[in-house]
């Protein structure tokens, strides 16, 4: 019997924004997920490839062009299109984006899979929940993943970060769903829980416990709090 564990979980650095992209897969199956596909997505799938692991979806955090792909401060980032064209799965996002994933990475309605809050993506014996956690953008998702074994790992996205937490003066960000994203549906996951940001802004991960205990933004004892911390 193998003593490989099921749960096959890679945090990778892409491009020039300090962005981490995730392959979240099945050993059992050799079946993974693609989180986030931006800046190089050629890299990402051969990754996946040299792992031995066949890529059978994409999830997309939220729409911002350094997460799926798009134009912005004069780049040009690739994205979904370069997956589609080189490897066609379906993009699960949430449904509260709207047509946001479409008009930034010029993807197709038949590319997508919209998602309500609490669907679950099953990868052999590894299940992927989405979140929905509004705020930084209508449809942001975070997505906890669990194979039976270890502790929870959340892919926070922009939502969360280590000691911080996602912008909330953007086109679209809403700084009370962020309070209530932050404080209730995430704070809920238990303390083991790894936290996995969509940035690197120093260490790579931390237990969601460490967070509860250092991160102002989880720290907060109000709305009315939170949104003075904001500046609002
Ligand atoms: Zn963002």
Redesign the pocket.
Known sequence: MSEETELYFVQLAVGEMQNLAYLIGSHSTRECLLVDPAWSVDGLLDRAEADGMKVVGALAT?Y?QD?IGGSVFGMDIEGIPRLLERHPVPVHVNAHEGDGTLQVSGASESDIVRHAAGDEISVGRVSVRLLHTPG?TPGSQCFLVEDGVGPGRLVAG?TLFLDSC?RVDLPGANPEDMYRSLNETLKALPDETIVYPGHIYGDPSDTLGAQKQTNPFLRVTSLEQFLSFMGR
């Open positions: 939220h911002h997460h930084h922009d996602g």
